[in-house]
T-cell receptor
Framework: QKEVEQNSGPLSVPEGAIASLNCTYSDRGSQSFFWYRQYSGKSPELIMSIYSNGDKEDGRFTAQLNKASQYVSLLIRDSQPSDSATYLCAVNGGRGTGTASKLTFGTGTRLQVTL | EAQVTQNPRYLITVTGKKLTVTCSQNMNHEYMSWYRQDPGLGLRQIYYSMNVEVTDKGDVPEGYKVSRKEKRNFPLILESPSPNQTSLYFC????????????FGPGTRLTVT
């Protein structure tokens, strides 16, 4: 089982719709969770971080965390063509596991926003 | 402007010719990492450093070396590059090893022929 799993996509949504991106992780003790956006050939750009269960909103982006289900998601409202990119989920290892310093990335979900 | 810089951005070299990719951050971060990114494999950590003179292997360290003589700089050294090291490389930094946000450099696309 991969440590951080994402559906590779592509996930295709029409302009103006809500895009929902999902991520599951295997380390139950994980403490912090991040979403990065990466355009082709460019570096990952941090868009959201979430540390506690529930929702966190920032503009058109909402991150959702459910530690019991080991699941984190990213919702993008009013999707725009400029949101077309690969979205990477990253998880920081939990305390006591020896991996507190490690940030593990999923392989990403490619999002396509169509006109 | 807070940033992570890398040089060069693009490099084509031949097998066995030693090279160094530089990385520098101006955010006074303690923790720095090198990653490589390959299609279908995602981002894989090569080496990391928790502070000056403290470095350790990541998931794919073979064929690479690093050093951390100053807090701001974390160069990646390929002493004898091989074609399987052709990849997109990213340097990254964050405040410390805990649950902190991590920021990436612009990337270095390396081709080894």
């Amino acid at each position: 089982q991969k440590e951080v799993e994402q559906n590779s996509g592509p996930l295709s949504v029409p302009e103006g719709a809500i895009a929902s991106l999902n991520c599951t992780y295997s380390d139950r003790g994980s403490q912090s969770f991040f979403w990065y956006r990466q355009y082709s050939g460019k570096s990952p750009e941090l868009i959201m971080s979430i540390y506690s269960n529930g929702d966190k909103e920032d503009g058109r982006f909402t991150a959702q965390l459910n530690k019991a289900s080991q699941y984190v998601s990213l919702l993008i409202r009013d999707s725009q063509p400029s949101d077309s990119a690969t979205y990477l989920c990253a998880v920081n290892g939990g305390r006591g596991t020896g991996t507190a310093s490690k940030l593990t990335f999923g392989t990403g979900t490619r999002l396509q926003v169509t006109l | 402007e807070a940033q992570v810089t890398q040089n060069p951005r693009y490099l084509i070299t031949v097998t066995g010719k030693k090279l160094t990719v530089t990385c520098s951050q101006n955010m006074n971060h303690e923790y720095m990492s090198w990653y490589r990114q390959d299609p279908g494999l995602g981002l894989r950590q090569i080496y990391y450093s928790m502070n000056v003179e403290v470095t350790d292997k990541g998931d794919v360290p073979e064929g690479y070396k690093v050093s951390r003589k100053e807090k701001r700089n974390f160069p990646l050294i390929l002493e004898s590059p091989s074609p399987n090291q052709t990849s997109l490389y990213f340097c990254a930094s964050r405040v410390g090893p805990g649950p902190y946000e991590q920021y990436f450099g612009p990337g270095t696309r390396l081709t080894v022929t």
